[in-house]
């Protein structure tokens, strides 16, 4: 059921600051990198270096995260649209319901289970309007940010709904600029010369061929070039404004398929790495180039002193069996166990750097954990929205207190994820699930067979060993929390096939 919500928080309101006749609050670019995981960058998020930082070169991180702090514990959905959706909206996944990728209109997109009947989720995503079946009525992240005066942007994915439906066109959330941004969660094709995979023959373009960039089709330009070159266009008209901007810079890189990044591509061959090794670490610089062409900009315009800037990715990089096994060079996102679609760490723990200048210590770095739905709440305080509405209740913590230095802000907070549903390929930790985590413990919990593993992630990163035989009763408190946490906000579960009975939570077994 919906419910509104009104939430103070601590700095200068809207209405106070409408009455100034310049408005000096910061702007704000959001750089959300889809499928990259903690491992795919140069810069290290773990206390060591490891092959992988050796194997790519993304010097623009490397820049970002001297300018500012670097999240070691930010944490994502095993999958897109959740965790898109949850940014858009301050909601924990079990409660918006939209717990898979969303397409097409009333299709749900669940892999098929000899075992589970999966539940009547929210297939056609979010949408601001009400009476829309399989949808969640929200008041948007971006709707909030344009109320209170800023001017919004949205460039690249957007995947927050599906096809025919209110939820596919980020203006309808409250972005003023809409640029490549449709229901599609994937690209066709990153190549200018194949039109990013729309057709010119009459026939149906796929559906996730990118809209719009028709002044690049037939050229020889990547995606991830182009969508940054109309950003900053934008960003050119939003400095005329005299209003201070939102960018959220959604690219489409580094999700499949991983075409060749040509400008990057062949130093990767050089240095051994297999053509799908050379392809992958390509679409990486190439997105890097993109932070520091974006980055280079503000600094043109003398803006960089007051613009945010913070990269997250959206879940873990892709590892899965069936996709990599014939490239024998690809060691998944190690240390972490599995990836996109895992609830292991691999599949949910990402990248994240903040750069406030004034606000932020530079070169500074916090190892507290925290999830995407605070970025909801965080953005609006870091916009000085005092006073806001949602139709939703709000899930999200602000983050500003780990910003600003606090240490073990988070140290007892209990973290959930939820997905009762079923990814469409194989791995370590993928399945139906829901998990945990509190302070250094968590527990993961299999919907179809009953399990439940129990690691502490400081001690054991890379998830190998199942403490739950020797801690029953830590397993037992944290099952009783995630059952009860799930009940709470009306999460939905799957149910047996042979049965017709719902799958117990995970603190009825």
Known sequence: MNKKSILPLALLSATALSAQTTDTRPNIILFMVDDMGWQDTSLPFWTQETPLNRKYHTPNMERLASQGMMFTQAYACPVSSPTRVSLMTGMNAARHRVTNWTLEKNKSTDRKSDVLDFPDWNVNGICQVPGIPHTYEVTSLSQLLKNSGYHT??????????????????????????????????????????????????????????????????????????????????????????????????????????????????????????????????????????????????????????????????????????????????????????????????GTREPMIVRWPGTVKPKSKCNDYLIIEDFFPTILEMAQVKRYETIQSIDGKSFMPMLQGEKGFNKNRSLYWHFPNLWGNDGPGIGTTSAVRKGDWKLVYYYETGKKELFNIPDDIGEKKDLSAKHPELVKALSMELGGYLRGVSAQRPSFKATGKPCPWPDEI
């Not at 980020?170 to 729309?198: K, M, T």
């Not at 990118?210 to 995606?223: E, N, R, S, T, V």
């Not at 901007?245 to 051994?272: C, S």
Request: with cysteine; hydrophobic share 35%.
């Open 153 to 346: 942007i949205h460039c690249g994915k957007a995947h927050w709904g599906a096809i025919d439906t209110p939820g596919e066109s980020p203006r309808h959330f409250g972005f003023e600029v809409n640029i490549a941004g449709h229901a599609g969660g994937g690209l066709a094709s990153y190549l200018g010369e194949q039109n990013f995979g729309n057709r010119t023959d009459g026939k149906p373009s796929p559906l996730q061929a990118i809209p719009g960039l028709k002044d690049y089709w037939g050229q020889d330009i990547f995606a991830t070039e182009a969508l940054t070159i109309e950003a900053m266009k934008a960003l050119n008209k939003a400095k005329k404004l005299g209003q201070p901007f939102y960018l959220y810079m959604a690219h489409y890189a580094i999700h499949v398929p991983v075409d060749k990044d040509m400008r990057f591509y062949q130093k990767y061959r050089d240095a051994g790495l297999s053509e799908k090794e050379a392809g992958y670490a390509s679409l990486i610089e190439g997105m890097d180039k993109s932070l520091g062409d974006l980055m280079n900009w503000l600094e043109k315009n003398d803006l960089e002193k007051n613009t945010i800037i913070i990269f997250m990715s959206d879940n873990g990089g892709l590892s899965s069996e069936d996709y990599w096994r014939d490239t024998p060079l690809h060691v998944q996102n190690a240390p972490l166990n599995s990836g996109k679609g895992s609830m292991y760490e691999g």
